[in-house]
């Protein structure tokens, strides 16, 4: 998998070299490229950003570096097997059926935009050429979209084939289809008392049906608390 950041700050991805990403790069399971939209400009200020038409508030990214950096990252034919990621306030929930998806993908561009956002016309110049998601991470607001590729990018290689160590500790995860969409159970380790705090004792009895019971109880439990979204009729009906 090849993975491109386009950024005016593209040292926020310095840090992929580290920890798992680190080893996936070195596994060269995943390549990893970031790049200055600034280098695909040509003025001294290197600008990249003008008013918006129409008036309004703030500043938006002019289209014609983005243009110029699709051209050499990424081609100037259509491809549709290459993924373009724009991280927005105003995209579709990003969520582990995208991170799934995106997962078997060889090569993803992430475009992070600043200011108010990108001139919408590269938008719609990237869905004429590619595979375009146009992403939100949650409802609230961030100063640019690099934070939201960090966490895509997470989400997405830990679920790429030979990268995460038990493949097993994935198909238990929240969220993942295989646990009904409910929250996780909480977790317990040694020692089995910790400032007068104990361990259940469901956990420390040996007994796999009543611990497999425990545990989805408490994932019924958090999730009806927490979740009520994740829980529909049927769902409900089930527990
Ligand atoms: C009326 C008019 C003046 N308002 C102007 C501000 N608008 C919202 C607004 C707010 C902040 C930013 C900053 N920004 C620039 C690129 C960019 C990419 C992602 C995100 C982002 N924020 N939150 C998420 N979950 C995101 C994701 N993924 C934020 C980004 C861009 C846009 C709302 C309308």
Known sequence: MRL????IFPGYFDVLGISLL?????NGL????????RDWTHDRHRTVDDTPCG??????????PWGEA????IGTEPDPSVHVVFPSPSGEPFTQSVAHDLSSV???VFCCGRYEGIDHRVIDYARSMWT???????DYVLNGGEVAALAITEAVVRLVPGFMGNPQSLAEESFSAGQDGLLEYPLFTRPVSWRGLDV???LMSGHHGRIAKWRRDESIRLTRERRPDLTDSDVSARH
Do not use: N, Q, T
Not at 70 to 73: G, L, S
């Open 4 to 7: 491109d950041y386009l950024s």
């Open 55 to 64: 008036g309004g508030a703030g500043m938006v990214m002019k289209p014609d």
């Open 70 to 73: 699709f051209d050499e990252i």
């Open 132 to 138: 375009v998601h146009e992403v939100s991470l949650g």
């Open 30 to 37: 995943v390549d990893v490229y970031a790049h200055d939209l």
């Open 200 to 202: 259940p004792e469901v």
């Open 22 to 26: 680190g080893k996936a790069a070195v």
């Open 106 to 108: 060889e090569r993803i």
